[in-house]
């Protein structure tokens, strides 16, 4: 990829739909460029995106936008969350930043170092983590102007045990997280979701991760912008760690669809 091509795909949908959904983790490409400050090897580093990266997830949402009856958009981050996590805060209010999380990494998922101690974190956010939010913000507010309402389903997964990074990791990890917020969440979206995953087995509320993606230019101040993450236990559709996904895949893509075609 050229240093100044996007890193991230806007994967257009029918012009009535007002859906995004979201794929924020579902990458492994690391520029050498970056891979340069990361100090750890090659086979730690690999086993590291085998335990960090939301395998397959952008393959569930490709099947649910083939599947639904109105094409959602598609928003896909085509690099590692090693790069930079989109999904962060970039500045204090992020929790993650207690465990070397926050929107560059420099500690990994068992508390290692990703990064040397003083890294500088301002280019990369420059260089990834900004264009990308503008698009995002871009993304919604076109919905906004062709439907007067935007809905970003987010779509994640995580690892059957908790992995030592993860500051909530002691509550319940059912096969599909529900994670919600106040402002964004309305109640007709939450029911909508709780009934399109109904047959993959219990659906849970934000555990063991709680929230959900909503650009800083509309979070909680644009109710017209509605939001869910939808975090899917890797052992319903995958074998851990980074392996391959099984048809446990086809049946999750068939129900984000049903969910895409309730709300759209």
């Given at each position: 990829?050229p240093?100044?091509a996007p890193s991230?795909d806007l994967?257009?949908g029918?012009?009535?739909?007002?859906?995004?959904?979201h794929?924020p983790?579902s990458?492994r490409e690391?520029?050498?460029?970056?891979?340069?400050?990361?100090?750890?090897?090659d086979?730690?580093?690999?086993?590291?995106l085998d335990?960090?990266?939301d395998a397959?997830?952008?393959?569930?949402a490709?099947?649910a936008a083939?599947?639904?009856?109105?094409?959602?958009w598609?928003?896909?981050?085509?690099?590692?969350?090693l790069v930079v996590?989109?999904?962060?805060f970039?500045?204090?209010?992020e929790?993650?930043?207690?465990v070397?999380?926050?929107?560059?990494?420099t500690?990994?998922?068992h508390?290692d170092?990703l990064r040397p101690?003083?890294?500088?974190?301002?280019p990369?956010?420059?260089?990834?983590?900004r264009?990308?939010?503008?698009?995002?913000?871009k993304?919604?507010?076109?919905?906004?102007?062709?439907?007067?309402?935007?809905?970003?389903?987010?779509v994640?997964?995580?690892?059957?045990a908790?992995?030592?990074?993860e500051l909530?990791?002691?509550?319940?990890?059912?096969?599909?997280?529900?994670?919600?917020?106040?402002?964004?969440?309305?109640?007709?979206?939450?029911a909508a979701a709780r009934?399109a995953?109904?047959?993959c087995?219990?659906?849970?509320?934000?555990?063991?991760?709680?929230?959900?993606?909503?650009?800083?230019e509309?979070?909680?101040?644009?109710?017209r912008v509605s939001?869910l993450?939808?975090?899917?236990?890797?052992d319903v559709y995958?074998?851990?760690?980074?392996?391959?996904?099984?048809?446990?895949?086809?049946?999750?893509?068939?129900?984000?669809?049903?969910?895409v075609?309730a709300?759209?």
């Open positions: 990829m240093p100044s991230f994967l257009p029918a012009a009535a739909s007002p859906l995004i959904l794929v983790h990458a690391i520029p050498p460029q970056v891979r340069a400050d990361i100090v750890l090897g086979a730690e580093l690999a086993r590291e335990h960090i990266t397959h997830t952008a393959g569930i490709a099947g083939a599947a639904a009856r109105v094409t959602p598609r928003f896909v981050n085509r690099m590692s969350r996590d989109p999904e962060r970039p500045d204090e209010r929790e993650m930043l207690a070397g999380m926050g929107a560059v990494y500690r990994t998922t508390k170092v101690d003083g890294f500088d974190t301002g990369l956010v420059e260089r990834y983590f264009p990308y939010a503008r698009a995002m913000s993304a919604v507010a076109d919905r906004l102007a062709a439907t007067g309402r935007a809905v970003i389903i987010d994640h997964s995580y690892p059957t908790p992995l030592p990074y909530h990791g002691t509550g319940p990890r059912p096969p599909v997280c529900l994670g919600t917020d106040t402002f964004h969440t309305p109640p007709e979206l939450l009934e995953f109904a047959e087995g219990e659906t849970g509320l934000d555990s063991p991760f709680a929230g959900t993606y909503v650009p800083l509309f979070y909680e101040a644009d109710a939001a993450m939808v975090e899917i236990r890797r995958m074998s851990e760690p980074g392996g391959p996904a099984h048809d446990g895949l086809t049946r999750l893509a068939a129900a984000l669809a049903r969910l075609d709300v759209g």
